[in-house]
């Protein structure tokens, strides 16, 4: 039985990691972290039998207290004791933001694997995050599907084969516009292609996501920018 402990679950990549490790006899969830959306954190933990959560935001922790046994823990500290204590054989990390990068450094430092959804731990600690994985002999194992479908292709190859890497982008919902000027909040979330969270979309439309994801690719996969390239197609497919 493999133990993942799951931060971020509550959104799409979290929700979808709790469906696969329901149809997975092999896999239990041992623990939970979200920022502020208690109810849904509370509702994942019983429906998986988990018996310790973590919230980021103090007063949705209080609720989950109120309306839940198990245990609850809250802020910074409340996630990197929640890694400690539940001692998983994986943490997948699908923080948001740059509040992830403390709770992938705590893992790698304890030796854990880590199936990375949060960009912001290598845009902002690339080369620190793959110094610890490679001192402690952690994993780092990408989700994101350009570099998880990246990794599937080279892993297995001798450093220094392969030439180039290539990342599809979709171009957002502006791509072929010349005039952006009045463009909206709502137009910027209209993403032609994929159902994502706020905060992506967003980067999206303004193509920053995909330069987050260059810098990824960067120190994943130990590739210099100049052999890093991006492909925009609507559809984000790649033939030869």
Same mark, same amino acid.
Request: hydrophobic residues 45%.
């Given at each position: ?13 979290? +929700? ?24 849904? +954190? ?9 018996? &310790? ?15 839940? *046994? ?50 912001? *731990? ?20 990408? &989700? ?9 292709? &080279? ?50 439309? +303004? ?24 492909? &925009?197609?609507?559809? *984000?497919?790649? +033939?030869?």
């Amino acid at each position: 039985m493999k133990k993942v402990l799951i931060l971020g679950s509550t959104g799409s990549i979290g +929700t979808q990691a709790l469906e696969v490790i329901g149809r997975s006899p092999e896999l239990q969830a041992v623990g939970l972290a979200a920022g502020s959306g208690w109810e849904t +954190t509370v509702e994942q933990a019983r429906e998986h039998g988990v018996p &310790v959560i973590a919230l980021a935001d103090a007063d949705a922790a209080g609720r989950a207290r109120g309306a839940w *046994s198990g245990r609850v823990l809250d802020g910074e500290e409340g996630v990197r004791e929640l890694i400690l204590s539940t001692e998983p054989d994986l943490v997948l990390n699908a923080i948001v933001g740059a509040a992830g990068l403390g709770s992938t450094i705590v893992a790698l430092t304890e030796g854990i694997d880590v199936a990375l959804a949060n960009k912001e *731990s290598l845009v902002l600690g690339g080369e620190l995050v793959m110094a610890l994985a490679e001192a402690t002999g952690s994993r780092l194992l990408p &989700v994101d599907s350009e570099h998880s479908a990246l990794f599937q292709l &080279v892993n297995g190859e001798a450093p220094g084969t392969v030439e180039r890497l290539v990342l599809t982008a979709s171009g957002g919902p502006f791509r072929g516009r010349d005039d952006l000027s009045g463009v909206t909040v709502a137009d910027a979330l209209a993403h032609p292609t994929w159902q994502m969270g706020g905060r992506i979309t967003i980067d999206s439309a +303004t193509l920053m996501n995909k330069g987050f994801e260059a810098i990824e690719a960067h120190h994943l996969f130990g590739v210099g920018y100049e052999r890093i390239g991006v492909v &925009v197609h609507p559809q *984000s497919l790649v +033939t030869r």
